[in-house]
């Protein structure tokens, strides 16, 4: 298993008791990559043992408070851990003016440098090379700009000479989105597919008028992107029936799974 994901975050605006807002972990051979970073999302690391030290990078889809309010929290505590890497971070160009008021009132005592690279694209664009994955943005249909992150495995030529059937994994995070035609080109053939479902399909109309998707469209999205698993969330707070979501997304795409908060998968 080279990907692990660990969903810490799966309501939508407003963090309810057993739901934290949008947070999710991406670890590759062992590297960490945080998606979104949604109030509450350095408890949600503890719990799930993630260490605030082996994060190489965040990425952050959208200047909005459920995506990114726990940012300056993480960053406060990387400091208090002695943190000496630099921390990339990549984010709508707005990020830059969030962070520099972060640095201009916590940050000068910082152990280490925050590396702000702002996105801006309206096609799909390498942003970041690890050792093990490449990272691309590429542009969601939100009520503001607003990004999705795929994450596409490196394979050396050893590994193809060690293993040539070998297949590299990938992985596509579409937060906050309406759906649009081109989304499943972005994600084209992506193992496991996270998409937002914030609402059932009866409330189409107010998914729409709020720039989100139904469970229906994340679901007829990872159909046409041939995706090989769905994972939704981004929950709104009303809803309660589970089974009733994922059955939703079912009956377009059977591979589905309604996340919950610390749910980890494999791949
Ligand atoms: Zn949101
Ligand atoms: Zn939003």
Redesign the pocket.
């Known amino acids: 298993m080279n990907f692990t994901l660990t969903i810490m975050g799966t309501a ?2 407003m963090p309810i008791s057993d739901r934290n807002p ?1 947070a999710q972990m991406l670890a590759v051979h062992g590297r960490l990559f945080l998606l979104d970073c949604g109030e509450g999302t350095q408890q949600q690391m503890r719990r799930a043992h993630l260490a605030f030290l082996k994060v190489e990078a965040i990425f952050i889809s959208h200047i ?1 408070g ?2 990114m309010f726990g940012l300056f929290g993480l960053l406060n505590s990387m400091t208090m851990y002695g943190r000496t890497a630099d921390l990339y971070i990549y984010g709508p160009r707005a990020l830059g003016s969030v962070l520099n008021f972060y640095r201009s009132f916590f940050g000068e005592h910082e152990s280490y440098e925050i590396k702000f690279v702002p996105v801006d694209c309206r096609e799909p664009q390498l942003v970041h090379t690890s050792k093990w994955v490449r990272v691309s943005a590429f542009p969601l249909s939100h009520k503001i700009e607003c990004y999705g992150y795929r994450f596409d495995e490196i394979v050396t030529d050893r590994h193809w000479q060690e293993n040539p059937a070998y297949h590299p994994k990938s992985y596509a995070y579409c937060s ?1 989105t309406t759906p649009f035609p081109q989304l499943a080109e972005y994600v084209r053939g992506v193992d496991l597919l996270y998409h937002e479902a914030t609402y059932p399909v009866e409330m189409a109309d107010k998914a729409a008028e709020r720039g989100h998707s139904t469970t229906a469209q994340a679901a007829q999205c990872a159909r046409d992107a041939g995706a090989g698993r769905l994972v939704i969330g ?1 929950y709104s707070s009303r809803i309660k029936d589970f089974d009733a979501l994922v059955q939703e997304c079912r009956e377009v795409f059977p591979e589905t799974v309604a996340a919950q908060d610390g749910d980890v998968f494999d791949f």
Do not use: F, I, Q, Y
Request: hydrophobic residues 10%.
């Open positions: 939508s605006a949008s909005h459920d995506h906050d981004h």
